[in-house]
């Protein structure tokens, strides 16, 4: 992947005309949209974002100076190149038996404080670098007016993922309109008036960072620099078109246009970054940009909307909810979310299944084909020293960031995901070799888009070998939905293997009861390390029992296939029931029944995994377990804690759950807040909706199994099963009344549902089953 501009070509095959009538005019008006009767202060709490993938943006809709923050994914500090140095985390110099006595002393101690062991095992990150804010585009309004008109009205259209403003000043109306184009690889926007030559305003860049030049020439602003730290090379450029008036440009690298009927801008970003890993560099990315550029100023803006409209309906329209909701008159979405009252009225369930929604519109705003996957803020960071350096943490973050793609159907996104954890395989194969002498491939906590396998200092995140595998459980997933063998054999497959393969060598058999354990492990951010950590034991299950399907699936060596047999058979599974009845989070029972931990992380085999089923005992222990730990937390643990109590068949806790992400996690623009914002929540919470409606881990399509009273009646249309189905539910008093299934694959496929009990259907691919 070049970090250049062009987007991935549009999905639209088996796609009929869309309806759009004049390209400008504004869309039907629906419940799915975010507005406000302000223009937003604050860019975390209240601005509003657009996205293609590669480029993202958040629309302030200020008024005498619009703000346009914007962002390309590849924009990275640190890597090869960076001042200090940059050594992918690995050690810097031999540590020669540290793994070992490490290991030792947790035989001879069964515990050890996290600082001892990052003594021995960590060293003082250099070189990680951060993503950085590409700058600002500024808009300036001669004569607007200085506080917002009684009809100023900033909105987001999900349904079509355009950013609007609209306002009447001095008797002129004006409107605004932002989108990102995945299909054509711009930020665009558009204004206009309802008077002819009401169109002024000046078009300005500016950066917090002073490592570019701006120029402007004819109708185009070109920035160009590379960045201080590391020398990635970074362009971006605007062209601006206008009917009517005159455009000017200036001589301090800005655009002024002056008494147009409208106006029209496209902007272009890349950098030349390359995930190839040593060097992480390809092409310089001005030709790119350039041709980018010109060809969507080209195209004009009714065209680019056009195209851009199409794309992304082809994925957002796959799903419908209905659960009874009704948006009131004239209450904008910050004012809906301050007067939830926890699910009990239509204006409540409004704002449920516009969160519900969002999630889905921000996952394919913010992962498309040809660009890096969402980060911990998605694309959208204003900052050069963001939160966590706007990263990929992989001890759950970067893995929740997806769990919503397949079954909310948004699969194609999933691609970039899929080739970032391909990009990992090298560098994570040196750290293997060189931190544990092993196969396969492995990283840790935390990782950047240059190859950071290694380990930091940090003692309560530092560690965490089982990232690589669970990376790979979406990829298995993805074929578990799709059936596609061709993706299990070249995309899926080789990286489960090495994954596995590094366990297969790294695996330790326990003094106390001869079982398989990681060791040293570590569940994640709290408490003490140990050997066979509940989660540790749980991931290893997982990435085992998946790459022995995939194996027998593809028909892998029998010597391959005996030896995960052999070793799953051997293996501690990581379930453990405890003096208090709950599922222990470590070997030994050290749980409290008051400890409120965010981190649920020995509940990993109830989700995303699947070693608990329904009504067992490990069920139950989960249930004592998720009970102590409360319901409170950060806004990405409320939002796992949804996905947990729906695979506990409890609707109304989950419900519960989100009403508490709702009121005391999510910002008035409904990003959601650890905090500070962190996108995953927003993720999570769509995925424990879905999971309350349909669920098929088991390979049976369950129906409604954890719907909530709230709930009561409802329908839902295009949610995908595991196996190889799209499935459509109404119900009413609480139970299914009709079920319409489209088989994809052609095969047999398990059904459960109240309206009709268990059975077995023989789907045909293309065909539709109807049961009422």
């Not at 997806?402 to 691609?415: F, G, I, R, S, V």
């Amino acid at each position: 992947m070049k970090g250049a501009a062009a987007g991935a070509a549009a999905l639209a095959t088996g796609l009929g005309p869309l309806a759009t009538g004049d390209a400008q005019a504004a869309e039907p008006s629906d419940e799915l949209l975010l507005w406000y009767k302000a223009p937003a202060a604050d860019w975390e709490r209240e601005a509003l974002p657009i996205g293609s993938g590669a480029l993202a943006a958040t629309v302030f809709g200020t008024l005498a100076s619009e703000r346009l923050q914007f962002n390309e994914k590849t924009l990275w500090t640190g890597g090869p190149g960076a001042q200090g140095g940059y050594d992918f985390g690995n050690w810097r110099s031999p540590r020669p038996g540290a793994l070992a006595d490490v290991r030792s002393r947790l035989d001879e101690e069964t515990k050890l404080d996290p600082d001892t062991v990052a003594a021995a095992l960590g060293q003082a990150r250099v070189g990680y670098g951060a993503h950085q804010t590409f700058g600002d585009l500024h808009l300036d309004i001669p004569g607007a007016p200085a506080t917002p008109p009684a009809d100023y009205r900033r909105a987001l259209h999900l349904r079509t993922a355009l950013a609007t403003v609209t306002y009447t000043h001095e008797d002129v109306t004006h409107h605004r309109e932002y989108l990102a184009s995945h299909p054509d690889g711009v930020l665009a926007g558009r204004l206009s008036a309802d008077r002819p030559g009401s169109v002024t305003f000046t078009l300005r860049y500016t950066s917090p960072r002073t490592d570019h030049t701006t120029k402007s020439s004819g109708d185009r602003i070109t920035v160009r620099g590379e960045l201080a730290d590391n020398g990635l090379t970074f362009e971006a450029q605007v062209r601006l078109r206008h009917d009517g008036g005159t455009l000017t440009a200036n001589a301090d690298g800005s655009l002024t246009v002056t008494g147009a009927d409208s106006a029209s801008f496209v902007l272009a970003a890349g950098t030349d970054y390359a995930d190839t890993y040593p060097d992480y560099r390809g092409t310089d990315p001005h030709a790119t940009v350039t041709a980018t550029v010109d060809r969507a100023a080209a195209r004009g803006h009714g065209a680019l909307r056009s195209r851009h409209l199409r794309d992304h309906r082809i994925l957002f329209d796959r799903v419908a909810l209905d659960i009874r909701q009704a948006v009131p008159a004239d209450v904008p979405t910050d004012q809906l979310l301050t007067r939830y009252t926890g699910g009990t009225t239509a204006a409540d369930r409004a704002l449920e299944a516009l969160f519900f929604q969002y999630g889905r519109y921000l996952l394919i705003a913010s992962s498309r084909p040809g660009s890096l996957p969402a980060h911990l803020q998605g694309g959208w960071n204003q900052s050069t020293s963001p939160p966590w350096s706007a990263d990929y943490h992989v001890n759950i973050n970067l893995q929740m960031n997806y769990w919503l793609a397949e079954a909310a159907n948004l699969p194609e996104t999933t691609a970039p995901y899929d080739r970032f954890v391909a990009a990992l395989r090298a560098p994570g194969e040196r750290t293997a070799k060189e931190m544990f002498g092993s196969r396969g491939w492995v990283v840790h906590n935390e990782t950047n888009p240059y190859g950071f396998t290694g380990v930091h200092d940090w003692s309560t995140a530092f560690w965490f070998p089982e990232a690589a595998a669970w990376l790979t459980a979406q990829l298995y997933e993805h074929y578990r939905f799709g059936g596609s063998t061709d993706y299990l054999r070249t995309t899926a497959y080789p990286l489960m293997k090495s994954a596995a393969e590094f366990w297969l060598d790294n695996l330790r058999t326990d003094p106390r009861d001869n079982t398989l354990v990681a060791t040293p492990s570590y569940s994640p951010e709290h408490g003490d390390f140990t050997a066979g950590a509940a989660m540790s034991q749980q991931i290893v299950h997982d990435l085992l029992t998946n790459t022995l399907e995939a194996a027998r699936t593809l028909g892998d060596a029998p010597a391959f296939r005996d030896q995960l047999a052999d070793t799953l058979r051997r293996l501690d599974p990581g379930l453990r029931r405890g003096s208090w009845g709950q599922l222990q989070e470590w070997k030994t029972d050290l749980d409290s029944p008051t400890d409120d931990h965010r981190h649920v992380s020995h509940l990993y085999a109830l989700h995303p995994g699947r070693q608990i089923e329904p009504g067992s005992e490990w069920a139950d222990a989960a249930k004592v377990s998720l009970t102590a730990r409360g319901d409170g937390g950060t806004g990405w643990s409320k939002a796992w804690k949804i996905n947990f109590w729906a695979r506990l068949r409890d609707g109304d806790h989950a419900h519960k759950m989100l009403a508490e992400q709702l009121k005391g996690s999510t910002l008035p623009n409904l990003w959601d807040t650890h905090p500070p914002f962190q996108i995953d929540g927003n993720f999570g919470a769509t995925s424990g909706i879905v999971e309350m409606l349909l669920q098929s881990q088991f390979d049976v399509i369950e129906i409604l199994p954890a719907l909530p009273a709230s709930w009561p009646d409802g329908s839902v249309r295009g949610l995908r099963a595991r196996g190889g189905a799209t499935v459509d539910i109404d119900w009413a008093e609480g139970r299914a009344t009709r079920i319409a299934l489209t088989a994809t694959r052609t095969r047999e496929l398990a059904l459960r549902s109240t309206l009709f009990g268990d059975r077995t259907l023989k789907a045909v691919a293309g065909r539709r089953y109807v049961f009422d």
